[in-house]
């Protein structure tokens, strides 16, 4: 997988938390995350107990289990989402090490909202975690 085709993914995994809009992206993750997540927006098009979220178009909604929901793509590609509303409750601060092994490792804190993003390489593959806002794809 090429650094675009990770940019594209990682750009539809960080729009299925924070929402929609229109800007150009560049080849720098770094700032297209910092982009997305410090604007705020009010979109959602799924809505759960207690929680919601804007699933974007191209990205199916296949099947819910207590607070597990599985996303697919239009290229078959399958996105495991988990609201953590445990640790929402008691307000549980997320704590993120770096990973300087990993391909791109980061901690997230915009809007009052912490989280983290790592991805690793795996064989020609990217193995992509996010977590922001108490979930996790």
């Known amino acids: 997988m090429n650094k675009k ?3 594209i993914l990682l750009s539809i995994v960080v729009l299925l938390i924070t929402g929609c809009s229109v800007h150009k992206l560049d080849n720098n993750l770094g700032s297209n995350i910092k982009y997305f997540l410090s604007h705020k ?3 959602y098009n799924v809505h759960f107990d207690g929680y919601k979220y804007y699933v974007p178009k191209g990205i199916k909604f296949l099947s819910k289990e207590e607070y597990n929901s599985i996303l697919l793509d239009k290229y078959d590609n399958k996105y495991y989402l988990f609201v953590d509303v445990v640790a929402y ?17 980061r901690v997230l804190d915009y809007n009052n909202k912490k989280g983290y993003i790592q991805i690793d390489e795996l064989k020609n593959t990217y193995f992509v975690q996010y977590m922001y806002n108490y979930s996790k794809i």
């Open 5 to 7: 085709k990770l940019i």
């Open 41 to 43: 927006s009010s979109m």
């Open 89 to 105: 409750y008691h307000k549980k601060q997320i704590d993120y090490k770096i990973n300087n092994n990993s391909h791109y490792s």
